[in-house]
T-cell receptor, first 112, second 112 residues
Framework: KQEVTQIPAALSVPEGENLVLNCSFT??????LQWFRQDPGKGLTSLLL?????REQTSGRLNASLDKSSGRSTLYIAASQPGDSATYLC???????????FGTGTRLTIIP | KAGVTQTPRYLIKTRGQQVTLSCSPI?????VSWYQQTPGQGLQFLFE???????NKGNFPGRFSGRQFSNSRSEMNVSTLELGDSALYLC???????????FGSGTQLSVL
């Protein structure tokens, strides 16, 4: 059974700093890994999708990496802004049953 | 393209009642999946439909059911509501496992 873990559960950093969020998963047989952000009471917004054959994806100030063999992914946020404050979740699509398994998320607060 | 649309946005029911939630996916997306989000359990997969067929099902009791119509719109039904069913129910769509998953804003269900 796939298990996805995100540590830390919460993180506060001053505005302007670069930061890294971590995601680990137990079963490397995945199609892909996706990073989402969720604002309070809202749905999820997809940030980046990394296919299992890829090592990283970039979008603006965001960079996500994937090391399938070690079961890890990181989301790097450069030059953080208060608008980046949200909960960040990673999810893997399991090979074979195609459902997404989510981590519990990291609640990020950027301090102005 | 319009995003994933979920109705209603908020719902208040009492124990024992039943409820139907609706989801309209992004035009052209054939896969619709449903998730339950609670503070204690996080995001949990309910089921996924593809071209009107249930392709995957999570570990929820039979009180939770769904269906998908020929236009890809989906409904989720919960019968004999329990207090523990209070949650944010999220619907998501995509065209294939290799593509990003797009979420609606969710239906906040409160069971009193």
């Amino acid at each position: 059974k796939q298990e996805v873990t995100q540590i830390p559960a919460a993180l506060s950093v001053p505005e302007g700093e670069n930061l890294v969020l971590n995601c680990s998963f137990t079963d490397s047989a995945i199609y892909n890994l996706q990073w989402f952000r969720q604002d309070p009471g809202k749905g999820l917004t997809s940030l980046l999708l990394i296919q299992s054959s890829q090592r990283e994806q970039t979008s603006g100030r965001l960079n996500a990496s994937l090391d399938k063999s070690s079961g890890r992914s990181t989301l790097y946020i450069a030059a953080s802004q208060p608008g980046d404050s949200a909960t960040y979740l990673c999810a893997v699509t399991d090979f074979g049953n195609e459902k997404l398994t989510f981590g519990t998320g990291t609640r990020l607060t950027i301090i102005p | 393209k319009a995003g994933v649309t979920q109705t209603p946005r908020y719902l208040i029911k009492t124990r024992g009642q039943q409820v139907t939630l609706s989801c309209s996916p992004i035009s052209g997306h054939r896969s619709v999946s449903w998730y339950q989000q609670t503070p204690g359990q996080g995001l949990q997969f309910l089921f996924e439909y593809f071209s009107e067929t249930q392709r995957n099902k999570g570990n929820f009791p039979g009180r939770f059911s769904g269906r998908q119509f020929s236009n890809s719109r989906s409904e989720m039904n919960v019968s004999t509501l329990e207090l523990g069913d209070s949650a944010l129910y999220l619907c998501a769509s995509r065209d294939s496992v290799y593509e990003k998953l797009f979420f609606g804003s969710g239906t906040q269900l409160s069971v009193l």
